[in-house]
């Protein structure tokens, strides 16, 4: 048995053995790779199984607070019109998930004459908008980059026009990481019909039993459901209490730097 301040060295891998003392995994590497105290080695080495593999993540109130721009356009569409008042945030991001005319005729009301017309025109103007880096929420950025460093599968699935998903991430700079962007065209139908999903799924190489949907609505929830993958819910999302509502089991990350514990333990 070694003793404290004794070295420790690393030389073959043999995963599978224990060494002597039991509590202990024997590694045993091709080469020498390193010596170390054996006082360091306190704790013992644990062999981490990636369980989850590939993660698909909503935009919208998942992993931006993009009811801001949201509100910020249309107010300005409003003071046009001579409204005194600024759009309903509230509103805004319950209309979040549901999006296109319907958001547009629930936040604009009487102001709205032509809906399909004035969503138009608030996507012209988000396309001229600059879109700050404090629309991520809090640790977005960091956790994205590290678990797409880990080898991770990163893919967005937005009812959001492709066009205006392409150029958030983009001006975000985090667009990279994603091996797919996937957000709505008129050629494909909306979540939660699954095929935005499925086609995110199959760009991370199509394994159901070891993808992820987050998000943070119950169209979110039942899009996972309809594409046969697990789904967990943001503890800061817009639609996030009425989907823990009518799914309590599912699990619900308090921050986004949780993810890590479902990627290496599968708790979803």
Same mark, same amino acid.
């Given at each position: 048995?070694?003793?404290?301040g004794?070295?420790? *060295?690393?030389s073959?891998?043999?995963?599978?053995?224990?060494?002597?003392a039991? &509590?202990?995994? &024997?590694?045993?590497l091709q080469?020498?790779?390193c010596?170390v /105290?054996?006082?360091?080695?306190?704790?013992p080495?644990?062999?981490?199984?990636?369980?989850?593999?590939?993660?698909?993540f909503?935009?919208?109130?998942t992993l931006?607070d993009?009811a801001?721009?949201?509100?910020q356009?249309?107010d300005a569409?409003?003071a046009?019109?001579?409204v005194?008042t600024?759009?309903?945030?509230?509103?805004?991001?319950?209309?979040?998930a549901?999006g296109g005319v319907?958001?547009?005729a629930?936040?604009?009301g009487a102001h709205?004459?032509?809906p399909a017309?004035?969503?138009?025109q608030?996507r012209r103007?988000?396309?001229? *908008? @600059?879109?700050?880096?404090? *629309?991520?929420f809090?640790?977005?950025?960091? +956790?994205?980059? #590290?678990?797409?460093?880990?080898? %991770?599968?990163?893919a967005i699935c937005?009812?959001? /026009?492709?066009?205006l998903?392409d150029?958030?991430?983009?001006?975000l700079?985090?667009?990279?990481?994603?091996a797919?962007? %996937?957000?709505?065209t008129?050629d494909? /139908?909306?979540k939660?019909?699954?095929?935005?999903?499925l086609?995110?799924?199959?760009?991370?190489?199509? @394994?159901?039993q070891?993808?992820?949907f987050?998000?943070?609505?119950v169209i979110?929830? #039942?899009?996972?459901?309809?594409?046969?993958?697990?789904?967990?819910? +943001?503890g800061?999302?817009?639609g996030t209490?009425?989907a823990?509502?009518l799914?309590?089991?599912l /699990?619900?990350?308090? #921050?986004?730097t949780?993810?890590?514990?479902? +990627?290496? #333990?599968?708790?979803?």
């Open positions: 048995m070694l003793r404290p004794s070295r420790l *060295v690393i073959k891998l043999c995963l599978g053995q224990r060494c002597e039991r &509590h202990h995994l &024997h590694f045993r080469y020498r790779l010596e /105290p054996v006082a360091v080695c306190a704790r080495f644990i062999m981490v199984r990636m369980v989850i593999s590939n993660i698909i909503d935009l919208d109130g931006i993009s801001r721009i949201t509100g356009i249309i569409m409003l046009e019109r001579g005194g600024a759009a309903d945030r509230d509103l805004i991001k319950a209309m979040d549901v319907p958001m547009i629930a936040v604009m709205s004459s032509d017309a004035d969503l138009e608030f103007r988000h396309r001229l *908008v @600059d879109v700050p880096q404090d *629309v991520l809090p640790g977005v950025a960091t +956790v994205i980059a #590290e678990l797409s460093a880990r080898g %991770v599968g990163l937005s009812n959001k /026009p492709q066009a998903c150029k958030i991430l983009g001006d700079g985090i667009d990279t990481h994603f797919i962007i %996937v957000g709505s008129p494909r /139908p909306r939660p019909d699954p095929a935005s999903a086609l995110a799924l199959d760009a991370l190489g199509g @394994d159901r070891t993808a992820l987050c998000g943070d609505s979110d929830v #039942e899009t996972a459901g309809s594409a046969g993958v697990a789904a967990c819910l +943001v800061w999302g817009y209490a009425h823990r509502d799914h309590p089991s /699990p619900v990350l308090d #921050e986004m949780d993810l890590f514990a479902l +990627v290496h #333990e599968g708790r979803a």
